[in-house]
């Protein structure tokens, strides 16, 4: 490997913050080492880009990141990155830290930012950091697994008081307008109903019936999981009280969902996919996602990676219907 124009390289996380961002950073820092290359740390997302927030990291700079959540180079939302002339203040920046590429890592917000860059001069490669799973082109989003085992935990333990009360508990969950953290969290935690915003329902036989139909098998409680796309859940609680009878309580996990040390899948998916961004870098390539495709790390041009859809898997949609009937 050896692009002898790549010398120096930055790396920023952007949008929500998700376990496993620190380990890769740490593989971007260590893979960069291992081939002679440079990396900066650049703070607080597209913003340490525009305000010159930049910061050589060595190999020992990362040293002890790799178990932590969140991200040791933080992360906001950066509105004046939007504009054409954010993103030329950006590229103007990047050539004064003489940034020869850069890696981003976050969610698809951030790579329409990674896309302007790369169109604007600065050769750069994103990869997923969600924890909503909601990379089209992308089978896997880092964080995702950590964030699902912080949820079954939350409502393994929701489960208990629920069932102690004999009560409904509509607990929501986070992944913005998709349903993954749903769909597999119900699956996980044996939700009596999953609602999801790709599926439709009906509150009166999606909800309520499923309900009433188990109280007249003698279960007193239900535990129901709503994506946050779908919400409401403090208004729906209050109706399942009013309509079964079942004293109800709504609970939002919140954004406890997206803190915590990650878990093994996460640590290493996102040490493979920092490390290949880099070699991405020294390959002469730009504008392009490191992914997960077919369970191995592929690589995608940016425009094409968002303009792909991606669905809910069939089979654990019709999964929920069969092990909640
Ligand atoms: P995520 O990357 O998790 O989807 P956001 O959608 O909030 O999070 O995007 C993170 C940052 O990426 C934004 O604050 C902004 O700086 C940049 N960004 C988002 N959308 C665009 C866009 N359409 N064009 C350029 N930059 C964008
Ligand atoms: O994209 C990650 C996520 O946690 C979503 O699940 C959620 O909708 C959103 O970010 C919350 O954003 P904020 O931290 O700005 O409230």
Redesign the pocket.
């Known amino acids: 490997m050896g692009n002898k124009k790549i010398k120096k390289i930055g790396v920023l996380t ?3 913050d998700a376990p496993g961002m620190n380990a890769a950073i740490r593989a971007v820092v260590r893979t960069g080492a291992y081939y002679g290359v440079e990396v900066c740390g650049v703070m607080r ?3 340490g880009l525009i305000n010159g927030e930049i910061n050589p990291m060595s190999p020992r700079d990362v040293s002890e990141i790799l178990q932590r959540g969140g991200t040791c180079l933080m992360t ?7 504009t054409k002339e ?2 030329e203040r950006a590229c103007e920046i990047a050539r004064v830290y003489g940034l020869d590429g850069l890696v981003v890592i ?11 860059l790369s169109n604007a001069g600065v050769p750069t490669i994103a990869m997923p ?2 924890i ?1 799973n909601d990379i089209s082109c992308s089978e896997y989003t880092i964080g995702y697994d950590t964030c699902l085992n912080t949820v079954k935990e939350a409502i393994d333990k929701l489960r208990d008081t629920t069932s102690s009360h004999e009560r409904c508990s509509v607990i929501e969950v986070m992944g ?1 307008a998709a349903g993954y953290i749903a769909l597999e969290a119900g699956i996980a935690c044996g939700a009596d109903v999953v609602l999801l915003p790709e599926k439709k329902y009906d509150f009166d036989s999606d909800v309520l019936r499923p309900i009433l139909e188990a109280k007249s098998r003698g279960k007193k409680h239900a535990i129901i999981v709503v994506a946050e796309g779908i919400g409401g859940v403090i208004e729906m609680a209050k109706k399942i009280e009013a309509a079964t009878g079942i004293e109800s309580r709504a609970t939002i996990l919140g954004h406890v969902q997206r803190g915590g040390s990650p878990t093994v899948r996460d640590r290493v998916t996102a040490s493979r996919m920092g490390a290949r961004c880099v070699e991405l870098l020294l390959e002469g390539k730009a504008n392009r996602i490191v992914c997960m495709q077919n369970g191995a790390i592929a690589d995608v041009d940016i425009n094409e990676g968002l303009e792909m859809k991606k669905e809910l898997p069939k089979d654990l949609v019709e999964l929920v219907d069969k092990l909640t009937v």
């Open positions: 952007s949008g929500g997302g597209y913003n906001a939302r950066c509105l004046e990155f939007k954010g993103v976050g969610g698809d917000g951030s790579f329409r930012g990674a896309k302007d950091g969600t909503d913005r």
